[in-house]
């Protein structure tokens, strides 16, 4: 799906939301969250935009559950868009 830059540029919440999708395109973890949280959302979207965030960051942790046996608190920070404290704790609450 393409859409217009006409409607990009005029619609500063679109092109966040596209610049999501890049980022998951790109597989940029990192700038997926970086991307989420570097937008001032609108009272509409900031519902929808947080359930993506969440069930996002639940995929991710369920995706290094699966393909690693060990990996380090840095990388794992990476992955969940957290500083290492926060994904220490996601990690430890989730067994």
């Known amino acids: 799906m393409v859409i217009p830059p006409v409607v ?5 919440e679109v092109a966040s939301a596209w610049k999501i999708g890049q980022e998951l395109w790109a597989s940029n973890y990192a700038g997926v969250h970086e991307e989420i949280r570097g937008f001032n959302w609108t009272l509409e979207a ?3 935009v947080t359930t993506f965030s969440e069930l996002y ?11 690693y ?7 794992t920070a990476i992955f969940l ?3 290492e404290e926060d994904a220490s704790n996601y990690a ?4």
Do not use: A, E
Request: proline residues 3%; charged residues 20%.
């Open 69 to 75: 046996s060990t990996i380090s608190i840095g990388d």
């Open 81 to 83: 868009g957290m500083n």
């Open 57 to 67: 960051t639940k995929k991710m942790f369920q995706l290094l559950l699966s393909v």
């Open 46 to 48: 900031k519902g929808l």
């Open 92 to 95: 430890l609450h989730r067994g």
């Open 8 to 12: 990009r540029d005029n619609q500063p």
